[in-house]
Protein backbone atom coordinates (compact mmCIF):
# COMPACT_ATOMS: atom_id res chain seq x y z
CA UNK A 1 0.00 0.00 0.00
CA UNK A 2 2.74 2.28 0.30
CA UNK A 3 2.81 5.20 -1.62
CA UNK A 4 -1.11 5.08 -2.79
CA UNK A 5 -2.26 7.97 -0.67
CA UNK A 6 -3.93 11.03 -1.91
CA UNK A 7 -1.70 13.88 -2.92
CA UNK A 8 -2.78 17.02 -1.40
CA UNK A 9 -1.08 19.22 1.33
CA UNK A 10 -3.98 21.74 2.81
CA UNK A 11 -8.07 19.56 3.01
CA UNK A 12 -10.84 21.06 3.73
CA UNK A 13 -13.74 18.71 4.99
CA UNK A 14 -17.42 20.06 5.13
CA UNK A 15 -19.82 18.51 6.88
CA UNK A 16 -23.03 17.64 5.18
CA UNK A 17 -25.80 15.61 6.11
CA UNK A 18 -28.00 13.29 3.95
CA UNK A 19 -26.71 11.57 1.08
CA UNK A 20 -24.20 11.78 -0.90
CA UNK A 21 -23.83 10.49 -4.80
CA UNK A 22 -20.92 9.64 -7.06
CA UNK A 23 -19.86 13.47 -7.28
CA UNK A 24 -20.68 14.22 -3.96
CA UNK A 25 -19.79 17.84 -3.94
CA UNK A 26 -22.33 17.77 -7.06
CA UNK A 27 -24.37 15.37 -5.66
CA UNK A 28 -25.54 15.56 -2.45
CA UNK A 29 -27.87 18.42 -0.30
CA UNK A 30 -24.92 20.61 -0.93
CA UNK A 31 -26.13 23.35 -3.00
CA UNK A 32 -24.86 22.74 -6.28
CA UNK A 33 -23.85 25.84 -7.21
CA UNK A 34 -21.76 25.96 -3.97
CA UNK A 35 -20.32 22.39 -4.86
CA UNK A 36 -19.17 23.69 -8.10
CA UNK A 37 -17.38 26.53 -6.99
CA UNK A 38 -15.53 24.85 -4.27
CA UNK A 39 -14.52 21.96 -6.56
CA UNK A 40 -13.29 24.62 -8.88
CA UNK A 41 -10.93 26.49 -6.28
CA UNK A 42 -10.15 22.91 -5.23
CA UNK A 43 -8.82 22.43 -8.86
CA UNK A 44 -7.18 25.56 -9.11
CA UNK A 45 -5.13 25.69 -5.58
CA UNK A 46 -4.73 22.29 -5.09
CA UNK A 47 -6.69 21.87 -1.88
CA UNK A 48 -8.78 18.54 -1.24
CA UNK A 49 -12.53 19.02 -0.58
CA UNK A 50 -14.00 16.44 1.26
CA UNK A 51 -17.71 16.16 2.32
CA UNK A 52 -18.01 14.43 6.37
CA UNK A 53 -20.78 13.47 8.46
CA UNK A 54 -20.91 12.32 11.71
CA UNK A 55 -20.91 8.06 11.88
CA UNK A 56 -24.36 6.35 12.16
CA UNK A 57 -27.88 8.05 11.59
CA UNK A 58 -27.21 11.26 9.55
CA UNK A 59 -30.56 12.93 8.11
CA UNK A 60 -30.66 16.08 6.58
CA UNK A 61 -32.60 18.38 9.06
CA UNK A 62 -32.36 21.43 7.17
CA UNK A 63 -30.42 24.28 5.75
CA UNK A 64 -29.65 26.33 9.04
CA UNK A 65 -28.41 23.79 11.08
CA UNK A 66 -24.49 24.19 12.29
CA UNK A 67 -22.15 21.95 10.51
CA UNK A 68 -18.69 21.73 11.41
CA UNK A 69 -15.56 22.53 9.10
CA UNK A 70 -12.15 21.43 9.20
CA UNK A 71 -9.37 23.00 7.78
CA UNK A 72 -6.02 21.13 7.72
CA UNK A 73 -2.57 21.61 6.24
CA UNK A 74 -0.38 18.98 6.31
CA UNK A 75 3.29 19.39 5.51
CA UNK A 76 5.72 17.86 8.48
CA UNK A 77 6.76 20.58 11.04
CA UNK A 78 3.96 23.02 9.26
CA UNK A 79 0.84 21.13 10.19
CA UNK A 80 -2.32 22.22 11.89
CA UNK A 81 -6.10 22.23 12.18
CA UNK A 82 -8.08 24.37 12.64
CA UNK A 83 -12.16 24.20 13.23
CA UNK A 84 -15.33 26.38 13.13
CA UNK A 85 -19.17 25.96 12.85
CA UNK A 86 -21.13 27.57 10.13
CA UNK A 87 -24.85 27.47 9.15
CA UNK A 88 -23.94 29.19 5.34
CA UNK A 89 -21.46 26.69 2.94
CA UNK A 90 -21.30 30.16 0.82
CA UNK A 91 -18.85 31.26 3.66
CA UNK A 92 -15.82 29.11 2.54
CA UNK A 93 -16.29 30.50 -0.85
CA UNK A 94 -14.59 33.60 0.86
CA UNK A 95 -11.62 31.86 2.09
CA UNK A 96 -8.27 32.71 0.14
CA UNK A 97 -7.25 29.06 -1.27
CA UNK A 98 -3.72 30.01 -2.59
CA UNK A 99 -2.97 30.97 0.78
CA UNK A 100 -4.67 28.01 2.16
CA UNK A 101 -2.84 26.16 -0.22
CA UNK A 102 0.53 27.76 0.85
CA UNK A 103 -0.40 26.79 4.85
CA UNK A 104 -1.70 29.71 5.58
CA UNK A 105 -5.04 30.03 7.68
CA UNK A 106 -5.13 33.59 8.25
CA UNK A 107 -6.32 32.93 12.14
CA UNK A 108 -9.53 30.88 10.63
CA UNK A 109 -11.88 29.07 13.12
CA UNK A 110 -10.26 27.89 16.63
CA UNK A 111 -7.05 25.53 16.73
CA UNK A 112 -8.90 21.70 17.09
CA UNK A 113 -6.98 19.95 20.05
CA UNK A 114 -7.29 16.55 18.85
CA UNK A 115 -6.82 14.65 15.32
CA UNK A 116 -9.71 13.34 13.52
CA UNK A 117 -9.83 10.17 11.47
CA UNK A 118 -11.96 10.30 8.33
CA UNK A 119 -13.39 6.80 7.05
CA UNK A 120 -14.43 6.91 3.65
CA UNK A 121 -18.21 5.82 3.56
CA UNK A 122 -19.00 6.73 -0.06
CA UNK A 123 -21.17 3.93 -1.46
CA UNK A 124 -21.95 5.67 -4.57
CA UNK A 125 -18.46 5.53 -5.44
CA UNK A 126 -17.60 2.38 -4.28
CA UNK A 127 -19.43 -0.39 -2.34
CA UNK A 128 -16.61 -1.73 -0.58
CA UNK A 129 -15.93 1.18 1.13
CA UNK A 130 -19.54 1.88 2.71
CA UNK A 131 -20.33 -1.61 3.30
CA UNK A 132 -16.44 -2.19 5.59
CA UNK A 133 -15.92 1.31 6.13
CA UNK A 134 -19.65 2.05 8.05
CA UNK A 135 -18.79 -1.73 9.58
CA UNK A 136 -15.47 -0.46 10.84
CA UNK A 137 -16.95 2.40 12.28
CA UNK A 138 -19.93 0.78 14.42
CA UNK A 139 -17.13 -1.13 15.94
CA UNK A 140 -15.29 1.42 16.86
CA UNK A 141 -17.30 4.64 16.97
CA UNK A 142 -17.87 4.67 20.45
CA UNK A 143 -14.70 4.20 21.81
CA UNK A 144 -13.53 7.35 19.77
CA UNK A 145 -16.80 10.19 19.98
CA UNK A 146 -15.77 12.89 18.49
CA UNK A 147 -12.66 11.62 16.85
CA UNK A 148 -14.27 9.88 13.90
CA UNK A 149 -16.05 11.16 10.43
CA UNK A 150 -17.29 9.43 7.54
CA UNK A 151 -16.25 10.84 4.16
CA UNK A 152 -16.14 10.93 0.78
CA UNK A 153 -13.81 9.82 -1.68
CA UNK A 154 -10.12 9.57 -0.47
CA UNK A 155 -8.99 7.15 -3.63
CA UNK A 156 -7.62 3.63 -3.19
CA UNK A 157 -10.64 1.50 -2.59
CA UNK A 158 -9.20 -1.74 -2.90
CA UNK A 159 -7.72 -1.19 0.26
CA UNK A 160 -11.26 -0.73 1.87
CA UNK A 161 -11.98 0.59 4.85
CA UNK A 162 -9.45 3.55 3.84
CA UNK A 163 -8.99 6.74 6.12
CA UNK A 164 -7.03 9.97 6.43
CA UNK A 165 -5.91 11.24 10.14
CA UNK A 166 -5.82 14.99 9.92
CA UNK A 167 -3.56 17.04 10.73
CA UNK A 168 -0.85 14.39 9.75
CA UNK A 169 -2.27 13.60 6.34
CA UNK A 170 -1.33 10.07 6.59
CA UNK A 171 -3.67 7.72 4.74
CA UNK A 172 -4.55 4.36 6.20
CA UNK A 173 -6.10 0.82 4.37
CA UNK A 174 -7.36 -2.27 5.36
CA UNK A 175 -7.81 -0.78 8.99
CA UNK A 176 -9.21 -3.06 11.58
CA UNK A 177 -10.89 -2.22 14.93
CA UNK A 178 -6.84 -2.29 16.55
CA UNK A 179 -5.36 -0.24 14.02
CA UNK A 180 -7.75 2.98 14.38
CA UNK A 181 -7.01 2.46 17.93
CA UNK A 182 -3.28 2.69 17.08
CA UNK A 183 -3.56 5.48 14.96
CA UNK A 184 -5.50 7.62 16.94
CA UNK A 185 -3.26 6.76 20.14
CA UNK A 186 -0.47 7.68 17.97
CA UNK A 187 -1.72 10.78 16.46
CA UNK A 188 -3.26 11.95 20.15
CA UNK A 189 0.59 11.75 21.10
CA UNK A 190 2.13 13.41 18.01
CA UNK A 191 3.35 10.11 16.51
CA UNK A 192 2.14 7.76 13.41
CA UNK A 193 1.82 4.30 12.97
CA UNK A 194 3.55 2.61 9.61
CA UNK A 195 0.92 -0.11 10.26
CA UNK A 196 -2.08 -0.10 7.66
CA UNK A 197 -0.53 3.11 6.07
CA UNK A 198 -0.26 4.45 2.46
CA UNK A 199 1.78 7.65 2.81
CA UNK A 200 1.54 11.17 4.00
CA UNK A 201 -0.04 13.22 1.41
CA UNK A 202 1.85 15.89 1.59
CA UNK A 203 4.28 13.86 -0.30
CA UNK A 204 4.35 12.67 -4.07
CA UNK A 205 3.20 9.48 -4.11
CA UNK A 206 7.15 8.07 -4.85
CA UNK A 207 8.25 10.11 -1.38
CA UNK A 208 5.44 8.71 0.02
CA UNK A 209 6.44 5.08 -0.33
CA UNK A 210 10.38 5.90 0.62
CA UNK A 211 9.78 7.88 3.66
CA UNK A 212 7.62 4.79 4.50
CA UNK A 213 10.55 2.24 3.97
CA UNK A 214 12.90 4.61 6.21
CA UNK A 215 10.70 4.79 8.96
CA UNK A 216 10.60 1.22 9.22
CA UNK A 217 14.65 1.01 8.91
CA UNK A 218 14.88 3.74 11.49
CA UNK A 219 11.92 2.63 13.86
CA UNK A 220 10.78 6.38 14.16
CA UNK A 221 7.57 7.01 14.28
CA UNK A 222 7.85 11.02 15.81
CA UNK A 223 5.11 12.42 13.24
CA UNK A 224 7.21 15.28 12.06
CA UNK A 225 10.43 13.71 12.21
CA UNK A 226 11.24 13.55 8.63
CA UNK A 227 10.55 15.85 5.51
CA UNK A 228 11.56 15.95 1.76
CA UNK A 229 14.38 17.77 1.04
CA UNK A 230 14.33 17.11 -3.07
CA UNK A 231 13.51 15.06 -5.49
CA UNK A 232 15.20 13.69 -8.91
CA UNK A 233 15.20 10.91 -11.33
CA UNK A 234 13.55 8.59 -9.14
CA UNK A 235 15.61 9.88 -6.20
CA UNK A 236 14.33 10.84 -2.82
CA UNK A 237 16.19 13.16 -0.36
CA UNK A 238 14.41 12.72 2.98
CA UNK A 239 16.22 14.89 6.21
CA UNK A 240 15.55 13.88 9.48
CA UNK A 241 14.67 16.93 11.88
CA UNK A 242 18.50 16.33 14.07
CA UNK A 243 19.57 16.70 10.36
CA UNK A 244 20.16 13.39 9.09
CA UNK A 245 19.84 12.91 5.51
CA UNK A 246 19.20 9.68 3.15
CA UNK A 247 19.32 9.48 -0.64
CA UNK A 248 16.44 6.99 -1.55
CA UNK A 249 16.23 5.47 -4.86
CA UNK A 250 12.26 4.73 -5.82
CA UNK A 251 11.00 2.43 -8.90
CA UNK A 252 7.91 2.52 -10.12
CA UNK A 253 6.19 -0.72 -12.09
CA UNK A 254 3.29 -2.48 -12.04
CA UNK A 255 2.53 -5.21 -9.52
CA UNK A 256 0.70 -8.39 -10.95
CA UNK A 257 -1.59 -9.96 -10.74
CA UNK A 258 -4.47 -7.61 -12.42
CA UNK A 259 -7.09 -6.62 -9.64
CA UNK A 260 -9.91 -4.58 -9.29
CA UNK A 261 -9.21 -0.78 -8.30
CA UNK A 262 -12.80 -0.62 -7.18
CA UNK A 263 -15.61 -3.46 -6.25
CA UNK A 264 -17.45 -4.38 -9.41
CA UNK A 265 -14.84 -2.90 -11.45
CA UNK A 266 -12.81 -4.43 -14.25
CA UNK A 267 -9.53 -6.27 -12.99
CA UNK A 268 -5.95 -3.98 -13.65
CA UNK A 269 -2.78 -4.28 -13.17
CA UNK A 270 -1.95 -1.92 -9.84
CA UNK A 271 1.09 0.06 -9.88
CA UNK A 272 3.38 -0.04 -7.18
CA UNK A 273 6.44 1.90 -5.37
CA UNK A 274 9.67 -0.36 -5.05
CA UNK A 275 12.62 1.29 -2.95
CA UNK A 276 15.49 -0.28 -4.51
CA UNK A 277 18.45 1.70 -2.53
CA UNK A 278 18.88 3.70 0.81
CA UNK A 279 21.75 5.66 1.24
CA UNK A 280 23.06 7.91 3.95
CA UNK A 281 24.07 11.35 2.92
CA UNK A 282 27.43 12.95 3.98
CA UNK A 283 26.46 15.30 7.05
CA UNK A 284 26.44 18.76 5.57
CA UNK A 285 29.38 21.13 6.60
Not at 50 to 72: K, N
Not at 112 to 123: I, K, Q
Not at 182 to 198: D, E, N, P, Q, Y
Not at 274 to 281: D, G, L, N, P, Y
Request: hydrophobic residues 35%; proline residues 7%.
Amino acid sequence: MAGTAAVAASWLCLEQPGPWGRDALLESHLDPGIGARLAERAATSGVRVQLIRRPGRHPDTGADVPRTVYLAHTRPGASWLRRAELTDPARLLDLDFEAFARGEHGGWGLPATEPVLLVCTNGRRDQCCALRGISLLREVGRRHEGKLWETTHTGGHRFAPTAVTLPSGYNYGRLTPHGVDAVLSAATAGKMTTAHCRGRSAFSQPAQAAELVLRENLGEHAGEALNVVSETDGEVVLRHRDGRRWNILVRGSTSPPPRPNSCGKAAVEANTWTVERIRRAPDPE
